[in-house]
T-cell receptor, first 112, second 121 residues
Framework: AQTVTQSQPEMSVQEAETVTLSCTYD???????LFWYKQPPSRQMILVIR??????QNATENRFSVNFQKAAKSFSLKISDSQLGDAAMYFC?????????FGEGTQLTVNP | GAVVSQHPSRVICKSGTSVKIECRSL??????MFWYRQFPKQSLMLMAT?????????EQGVEKDKFLINHASLTLSTLTVTSAHPEDSSFYIC?????????????????FGEGSRLTVL
């Protein structure tokens, strides 16, 4: 079974600065996908970024980028130029086959 | 974009009653829908996977007679909490995967509903 671990229950960052959220996973699969989802207070799940395991290049989406280290099974999220609207719970997720497994989540606070 | 709608967003019921939550994909067809449960400040826990026209597959520890799932069409799945008790109070979220081949359906990118908060008195 796959497991996803987010070791930081809470993180905070000053507005306009950069923050990195950590995620590690454990799997014996070679073909899989990794995601970061954002869940604001509204509880709506929002896809932030996606990474295919077969791609070596790290995914980027505007201010969001990942550091994907396949051998280390690490998938961290970097948020640059943090904005107040980035405050939310962030979940790392692993997909293989037909299952999407979530980490425990990291609550991000953005300080003005 | 792909929109998934859940209804109701909030429901309060008395202990012992049954509650039905609907999950609809509004602008795409979904052969597979997933139901998650989320307790406050915790992660999403997969309860079951429903496939259109077949029985749902439940995760270990989830009572299938308690949480009835029906996926009667490519755009609708329902979760019925039968004989609800206070411990069933939670936030329930559905997600849907688009039909078809190609990148989107193979990646597992799911489109999530807004969630339904169930409170059992």
């Amino acid at each position: 079974a796959q497991t996803v671990t987010q070791s930081q229950p809470e993180m905070s960052v000053q507005e306009a600065e950069t923050v990195t959220l950590s995620c590690t996973y454990d799997t014996s699969e070679s073909d899989y996908y990794l995601f970061w989802y954002k869940q604001p207070p509204s509880r709506q799940m929002i896809l932030v970024i996606r990474q295919e395991a077969y791609k070596q290049q790290n995914a980027t989406e505007n201010r969001f980028s990942v550091n994907f280290q396949k051998a280390a099974k690490s998938f961290s999220l970097k948020i640059s130029d943090s904005q107040l609207g980035d405050a939310a719970m962030y979940f790392c997720a692993f997909f293989s086959g037909s299952r999407l497994t979530f980490g425990e989540g990291t609550q991000l606070t953005v300080n003005p | 974009g792909a929109v998934v709608s859940q209804h109701p967003s909030r429901v309060i019921c008395k202990s012992g009653t049954s509650v039905k939550i609907e999950c609809r994909s509004l602008d795409f067809q979904a052969t597979t829908m997933f139901w998650y449960r989320q307790f406050p400040k915790q992660s999403l826990m997969l309860m079951a996977t429903s496939n259109e026209g077949s029985k749902a597959t439940y995760e270990q520890g989830v009572e299938k007679d308690k949480f009835l799932i029906n996926h009667a069409s490519l755009t609708l799945s329902t979760l019925t909490v039968t004989s609800a008790h206070p411990e069933d109070s939670s936030f329930y979220i559905c997600s849907a995967r688009k039909v078809g081949t190609g990148y989107t359906s193979n990646t597992g990118e799911l489109f999530f509903g807004e969630g339904s908060r169930l409170t059992v008195l």
